[in-house]
């Protein structure tokens, strides 16, 4: 026919939330005012049906981690995009269970583990703005949670020795780690084990601070400008939770349907801008 290729629809998903605003206004005088707004959303995703086309099996990958331990995988039954890989093998204690080297081994039993979705399915924004006089301040919160990531970032920390963990046993002696070699350890847990690298991606930030100034209107009454505002903008200034290290949780190298894999990714940027608004 000429093609080499096709896409074809191959799963159903549902999706069902509620999504919720609240503002208010605890203060307000001629010189003085307060307004807040809280809006949320809670999204629940589910994969109802999907067959793999080449294997005919009920879940198929979508993305590979670049640290190649971990996928996000669909998987019948559960929310959209679920990240996947191996975890360690324990004994009866919860211990780790090392070979006859002293390393870690992969628990081949549990398989491909469904860790969690990569897509968080609450989101929330807490806005206050204060004014007094013509001097308005405001700022925003922003707070996500429900999601877990891979982080490709610090596995490879691992690899190379500069992760904070990997200083066990360095000043004490091997006796620590059970492996005859500390590098032979730890590159078994970057290239085997996806359930060190995995990290609970819920956040808290101060997403924006706006800082603005009226000009009275009889400063600009023998100008043909109505109305003048000035404002000062900063963005993405302070992370204030998160539970995951070296990374900012929403760093991810993939922003379709992979998301949840880190690699390296740059964060946020923090943003600073000047605006004037000026009514004719």
């Known amino acids: 026919s000429g093609y ?20 208010g206004a605890p203060i307000r005088t001629e010189n003085f005012g307060w307004n807040v ?14 067959v793999d086309p080449e294997n005919d099996e009920e879940r198929f990958n979508i993305g590979l981690s670049r640290a190649r331990h971990a ?5 019948e039954g559960k929310p959209f995009g679920q990240i996947t890989g191996s975890v360690f093998l324990r004994d009866a204690n919860g211990d780790l269970a ?4 002293g390393l870690p081994q992969v628990d081949e039993e549990a398989g491909t583990v469904a860790f969690g979705t990569g897509v968080h399915p609450f989101n929330a924004g807490l ?20 999601a877990v990531g891979h ?30 070699d500390i590098r032979e350890y730890y590159e078994k847990i970057y290239n085997d ?10 956040f808290v930030k101060l997403r924006e601070i706006t800082l603005g100034y009226n000009v009275p209107s009889d400063l600009l009454s023998k100008t043909f400008i109505s109305k003048a505002n000035v404002s000062f903008v900063a963005r993405n200034l302070w992370l204030i939770h998160s539970k995951v290290d070296n990374i900012d949780p929403e760093s991810s190298y993939n922003a379709s349907n992979a998301q949840g894999l880190d690699f390296f990714a740059m964060p946020q940027t923090t943003s600073f801008g000047f605006n004037v608004n000026l009514t004719f």
């Open 4 to 23: 080499s290729s096709t896409m074809v629809n191959v799963g159903e998903l549902t999706n069902k939330g509620v999504e919720l605003l609240l503002t």
């Open 193 to 202: 084990i996806a359930e060190e690298f995995i990290y609970d991606a819920g």
């Open 127 to 146: 806005q206050n703005s204060f004014r007094y006089k013509d001097l308005t301040l405001s700022f925003l919160l922003d707070m996500r949670d429900g």
């Open 71 to 75: 996928w996000v995988t669909h998987i």
């Open 37 to 50: 707004s809280f809006n949320m959303s809670y999204n629940k995703s589910e994969v109802v049906s999907l």
């Open 98 to 101: 090392l070979d006859a080297n």
């Open 151 to 180: 982080s490709g970032t610090n596995a490879q920390l691992y690899r190379r020795g500069v992760h904070k963990n990997t200083l066990i046993g360095r000043e004490n002696g091997l006796g620590v780690i059970p492996a005859s």
